[in-house]
């Protein structure tokens, strides 16, 4: 099968999200890099793309270069990544998709619930994928639990608890630090701080892992350093579309805990869990029955799994071929073979739309709202 | 040191909580069963009190008979153990305090309010200590985790994360079962379920721990099993008396998870984390640090915690001689050597009122509530 | 049922062995404690018996006036425990059996492999129970692993792992100490230092769980701290009678490795192992099947077991339970209910032996040796 | 910096193996596949060459053909990997070698201690680099433990521990089983089954972390599938030129161990350990203190390991992104920046001269051996 044409926004030299998606991109032979505009600073981008082995004339300077550059080619690019700041996400994302391209967005997808609904809009009237790289979910073996689910092994779910806690940001003399003060500062980081830096990831696996949306809310938040002005410290109580009762906990002061991703699933049949930090294991709890151990790459895993995991059992595989799924996924969907598991415009939407539910119940003492986007209520 | 005497009230031929006691009290020497009344029926009581090595004059048919018989001896018990039903606690416990009696009471030392002041009162009037038998709370790394924070190895505490959440009532089949039925039932367990029984729990070992008081709560509870009319899951944010922020997570539907409490506490300068299923280890990381694995029986942990542990370094202990720990604190107490870290009827009413808090935020939608006893506000 | 009465010889004041023994005879109300000899400083024995509540005469000065004053009294003691140091188990434990007493003593049984044909004949034609409190095999999940092998769960057996390896005798600057030092000591110690101090313990473990014995055997043996004369280190290949390979590392210079005992079962059918720092669980993997979570006290182990665990699953249970195990074993036996879980002379004798093989083997360079006492050739 | 040239033989179509190697050769965009013969048959391997890139006139049908087109071309490959059957490494790694290639070969890189020193001989005399691809000791945490041992954390080593035991070769009925039989048919696999295929991972991985050689040895070998007539298990103790003792045990019978490769080494000061399923912690216990977990990606860690990590602390990183590292190295060993830590033909030599040697040893029931081979005796 023929190497599709691959663009990079954004990634340059020495960022870590740059290098992921050429690893994840590039992992399985489907994508050859031929066009980027990789840096804020023009020359440093060309310079850049031109050594990982793009032609002259597709290392654009900017994204509107690389816009308007590929936009008419026969060779054109046939999935662009925008991996820019946050705040840059929605026009890009929304200019490629105009243009007929298909796109994988970093998360947030978007700034704003409007902007989130338009990017919806936009990628359906253009027929093009948008996708957002939630690649937690592209873990074999969250795969797998969201096929039990569906496959009924836990019956109906009655519970799902969900947690990206770690304490990275735990240092209050560290306030200075540009690497962190960003993200709890409203002026670069948006309405929301830990909630939208990491609590929304918990909330998108939550989502995917049970095959069912967040419908109503409540949030306490909490600035454990006092100087935030947002907040670095959440719980989430909420219900689902399908009645499930949820419990999301975030948090970027509690030192110890290293990436701090982990999920819980009870239902009438059984319950499990999964961390990030050993992703190639879910416990498994039949109702009445003994924990087990299932292992990424054991024999009678679902169909759809198989092929998401490079290595036999038990040879760790990590984030960065999570990344590798969803390009993956992204292949198929290019070629004509939709994949569904892909997470798309809609559940950047529903996840920013639930954030800024939980900044406003906070604001409110917890008081529940909806957490729907306008457009799926 | 002569052995004091000790009488036993329920606890009979095959209760567990029976032979909890029984070891817990006799482990270390300090406590010869004297008096007994082990049985609602009182021939049984008294049969298995005798095989027990009581006196056939001190192995009584009811309460009432052992406190009559009791309060007038020269050698009368130096400690009454109340292990009956819930419901009975109160008006036992009370009865013999006002006799004179040192009384080891078993969770909830009520069930309402009220009657936890009472008791508070009854004991302070007294002259006698009433202790309450929060035996998590007296496992040598739990305490050794509430010197740490009293002593400032996480300076000022920000967060703490209190979970008791299990999956032995998650069959929904099993609804006709007394032994999980009368847990859920307000007629026999009062205002709350999963809360009263285990979330209690969690909530006194975090404010032992971070030697605190919650203040301020609000709480989401669902009836996982519809059939319920009270809580089998609950989720409570608070606040304490020090302004730390708080979380507490129950369950009794969570499947896989066995015993399930566990606590995690984050500081200014550092966390840690201990579960019940592990008691022996606690999951220390000062800030900027590596976590490190803190064994029972280590070099250098603090010297109240030294004689809390009775085999060396490695060699596990486990919940009955937690137990045993709470009658060594009792025998150094009534001994005139008092013990601040055992439990007392404060708080025994303290988590008490924080339970009926949560019931009551619960039924109007998550509003925060005074969690504090209103004889402490 | 009447309480049997118990003796103890050594254990005195400040002593775990004691602790542990008075705790484990106590814990199930099957001993009352009636006599000891509780210190080789007579009046300290005597008067911390006192304290403990045995009556002024049965309170002894040495283990000969103990012999003397038991023999000839009807409510003469049913059990003796055999605590004192490891070089005069055999005296104590012969001359009481001699007089008709049954004994618990604790390991090693003896310093020589003649002695302890010894005391096998001695049992044997006096027709008491002599016991050896290799204790690790009483945990009730140790023993349900036998019940698994005995039922055929795993099929004929292939390979046994077995560890117990530690790092508290690792520091070389340590080398005065007195209770490190007069392990490695042949003086004090015997032939064998880490073997016959650790090793033999998971040696017992192994045939006890597998129900076979050692065999045939090839050691290596080293003094990673080079002042010591006798090993610190060992590893040892072994067959035992029914064919099975097996492999045990003992090691006390292993820093890191906490208690360190632990072992592996091999077979046709599955494999399972267990720890001992975690021994309320089993990790068992059917072949071809996910790995399991076995939790001490869940629905459906072997009847056996069901008595040793004295609280709920998932509340842990440790070592001084373990203990109790062994005394519970004692007490039906005595009252004429045989457990053949029992470790017994014969147990004693075997590993005494198995370990003096490794000697033999490992002063000739690994040569293969019968590790079968005499009388069992 | 210019991407250099790569070229594959082996690991065509769906081969595990070949994926690896694509992912790690091109995840730092440090080399491009430019030329393959990646099928032993001809047209099968062109066209799966084709589809990933590879110009037509370098997709070779054979790897005589490689060589013969690749030798004179001015733009030649940088890099050749040989990732064939092992009975043709060394043919085919000797011709590159010769014509002035660096190789990265599979292992074993031999199947005799005499064709290794050829290589060894063969690789120094044409000034290239043969590298060999024992990649679990290119994981960031392995390479800090060396770099730990190196610095004197750890003072003298005293003791190394390592296994390499896996179940997936433990059914007996699986006996016909192409993909497992050849592993233990001498006539495929040559003198040895388990120890060659990995038991020799584990003796490099020790020979690595502790930087020392193996030097005499002394091994047990069992069939425990009885129809193998090469060993499925093995035991070797060893010592090293260092005067380290060493023990390593490796099995494919020891149902319910996964992976399986894991090491532990303690030394005067301390000791760790790490395991190949959790590749990014090591657990490290100073002498005296606490046991750390160290993660990849932390503060503090020795230079040399920075750069072989691409996401953040805690993000898991897998076995494909350590063999990543392995051609990291290369990079800069072939751009003239020698990286000392990547395993060569010496490492490949040694390491098969161990095996050869426990298979003599197992023969002469464990008679002590030379492990060396002869060149460096």
Redesign the interface.
């Known amino acids: ?3 599709l044409n691959w663009g990079l926004i954004g990634g340059g030299r020495g960022s ?1 999200i740059g ?2 998606h ?2 994840g991109a ?4 489907n994508f ?1 890099l031929v066009a980027g505009a990789l840096d804020h600073r023009p020359d440093e981008g060309r310079s850049y793309a031109i ?3 793009v032609d002259e004339e597709r290392a654009y300077g900017t994204w509107q270069e690389m816009l308007g550059g590929e936009r008419n080619r026969a060779d054109r690019v046939d999935l662009v990544t925008v991996a820019t700041p946050n705040s840059t996400h929605f026009e890009i994302t929304k200019a490629f998709l105009e243009a007929g391209f298909h796109v994988l967005c970093e998360k947030p997808m978007t700034m704003t619930v409007e902007e989130g609904e338009e990017v919806v809009r936009v990628a359906e009237r253009c027929g093009r994928t948008c996708a957002v790289n939630y690649c937690y979910s592209a873990y074999p073996m969250v795969r797998e639990m969201r096929a039990m689910v569906r496959r009924g092994d836990l019956g109906a779910i ?2 799902v ?1 969900a947690n990206f806690s ?3 940001h ?3 003399g560290d306030v200075g630090n540009p690497r962190v003060r960003w993200r709890y500062d409203p002026a670069l980081a948006g309405a929301s701080g830990q909630m939208a830096d990491c609590g929304i990831h918990a909330l998108h696996l939550a989502n995917f892992v049970t095959d069912d949306d967040v419908e109503t809310l ?1 949030a ?1 938040f ?1 600035s ?1 350093i006092p100087s935030r002005e947002l907040e670095d ?1 959440a ?1 989430v ?1 909420y219900r689902t579309a399908g009645g499930v ?1 949820g ?1 999301l ?1 975030t ?1 970027s ?8 991703l982990d999920i ?1 699933v ?3 049949g ?4 999964w961390a ?5 294991q879910v ?6 029955g ?6 990424k790459g ?2 009678g895993l679902s169909g759809e799994v198989v092929g998401l995991s ?12 999570a990344v590798a799924n969803i390009y993956m996924d992204l292949a198929a969907t290019i070629r004509g073979d939709t994949r569904e598991a892909l997470p798309t415009a809609v559940d950047g939407l529903r996840s920013m739309a639930a954030v800024h539910a939980t900044v406003a119940s906070a604001k409110m ?4 709202m909806d957490a729907r986007p306008p457009m799926f209520r």
Chains 1, 2, 3, 4 share one sequence.
């Open positions: 099968m023929k190497r870590q290098s992921v050429r690893i590039q992992a399985d032979g050859a050594e990982l082995g009655r519970l608890v770690h304490g990275h735990a240092d209050g409540s306490d909490a454990c410290e719980m109580c009762v419990r906990w948090s002061v509690a030192v110890g805990r290293q990436h701090g819980q009870f239902g009438e059984g319950g499990f869990r990030s930090e050993q992703p190639n416990m498994w709890t039949p109702l009445g003994r924990t087990q151990i299932m292992e054991e024999a490079r290595v036999a059992i038990a040879h760790p595989e990590g984030f960065p071929l003492h917890g008081t529940w």
